[in-house]
T-cell receptor, first 113, second 111 residues
Framework: KAGVTQTPRYLIKTRGQQVTLSCSPI?????VSWYQQTPGQGLQFLFE???????NKGNFPGRFSGRQFSNSRSEMNVSTLELGDSALYLC????????????FGEGSRLTVL | GQQVMQIPQYQHVQEGEDFTTYCNSS?????IQWYKQRPGGHPVFLIQ?????EVKKQKRLTFQFGEAKKNSSLHITATQTTDVGTYFC???????????FGDGTTLTVKP
């Protein structure tokens, strides 16, 4: 069974640009969550999607957005990039909403110059 | 808001020594999870504890959930270099539909 797949794995952007990250969950998993990981801030929850609906959102500005498609694949977008957005963005899938164990992808490492 | 705090932030041990990381919540938890992230890797689920006072073992790893369900610990006996990484506790917070992670304890093991 394939794991959670995130693309791209690495990317470099400049301030003001926007970026889209993609996540394909484990087959059969319907819930997808996104986390931002930085050395100083740990794992910060961004949002969770289930059945194409955003169920929860963390404390991030509106520049951070996401969506989920009918096949459970998810994308997140960050517009007007800032230097502080440099981080590892992790996607995690779970079988269903509120079912605990998270399966993480390898992450997308974003560097903003 | 709900917080999950972990100590210590860093721990350096000699191979063969024991290691413990502690997790404390500001509120009573329904469950608690533990994850391990190897350097350059992604978090991997280790275990979930549900019951008050629960103790679970995985080989050299012992996980405990406090009686009041507000704290938890992970103890590694006789560390090995393969234990290197960051250990996170997490509150699944299943009612709110999101997981809150502690800041993690980064373990380094000197051979």
């Amino acid at each position: 069974k394939a794991g959670v797949t995130q693309t791209p794995r690495y990317l470099i952007k400049t301030r003001g640009q926007q970026v889209t990250l993609s996540c394909s969950p484990i087959s059969g998993h319907r819930s997808v969550s996104w986390y931002q990981q930085t050395p100083g801030q740990g794992l910060q929850f961004l949002f969770e999607y289930f059945s194409e609906t955003q169920r929860n959102k963390g404390n991030f500005p509106g520049r951070f957005s996401g969506r989920q498609f009918s096949n459970s694949r998810s994308e997140m977008n960050v517009s007007t990039l800032e230097l502080g957005d440099s981080a590892l963005y992790l996607c995690a899938s779970s079988l269903d909403l509120n079912t605990g164990e998270l399966f993480f992808g390898e992450g997308s490492r974003l560097t903003v110059l | 808001g709900q917080q999950v705090m972990q100590i210590p932030q860093y721990q350096h041990v000699q191979e063969g020594e024991d290691f413990t990381t502690y997790c404390n919540s500001s509120t009573t938890l329904s469950n608690i999870q533990w994850y391990k992230q190897r350097p350059g890797g992604h978090p991997v689920f280790l275990i979930q504890l549900v019951k008050s006072g629960e103790v679970k073992k995985q080989k050299r790893l012992t996980f405990q959930f406090g009686e009041a369900k507000k704290n938890s610990s992970l103890h590694i006996t006789a560390t090995q270099t393969t234990d290197v990484g960051t250990y996170f506790c997490a509150d699944p917070n299943t009612n709110a539909g999101k997981s809150t992670f502690g800041d993690g304890t980064t373990l380094t093991v000197k051979p």
